[in-house]
């Protein structure tokens, strides 16, 4: 009985290096994680002369990054009624909005609807891989 238990024991602990080592296989050859802070937007190089006034600019998007604080509430109230009226609400996914969608596209026989929500629609643009960062 001994023997048989020490062969359960070893067993186990074969089965749980493997596993570890088969974990460790597996996480060495998934991509690397991209947050949301390696998010670096094509931006305007602005050009400045010798006295510091700006002479030029080069971009392939004319963006500039504008703080959250800085957004007049009106465009921020507009752009949550246009794409997530709920934004302020649900946790980041709107499951009520996807049911709607769902029904909506399904009498229709197509897609007439959304119901992704604005991390939603941030995710898919940073994580899809078309769109690199």
């Not at 359960?8 to 596993?19: A, Q, R, T």
């Not at 007049?72 to 934004?87: C, G, I, R, S, T």
């Not at 009498?107 to 994580?127: D, E, M, P, Y």
């Amino acid at each position: 009985m001994k023997k048989l238990i020490a062969a359960f024991v070893v067993l186990i602990i074969i089965g749980c290096v493997g596993l570890f080592a088969g974990y460790q296989y597996v996480k060495s050859t998934l991509p690397q994680l991209i947050t949301i802070d390696d998010y670096k937007p094509l931006l305007v190089t602005k050009v400045y002369d010798r006295n510091g006034k700006q002479i030029g600019e080069f971009f392939r998007e004319r963006r500039v990054l504008v703080p959250y604080k800085d957004i007049p509430k009106n465009v921020v109230n507009a752009f949550l009624a246009a794409e997530d009226d709920q934004f302020f609400q649900h946790g980041g996914i709107n499951y009520i909005s996807i049911l709607r969608a769902a029904a909506a596209n399904l009498r229709a026989g197509h897609t007439v609807q959304g119901g992704s929500t604005i991390t939603q629609q941030l995710a898919k643009l940073c994580f899809s891989p078309a769109n690199k960062l």
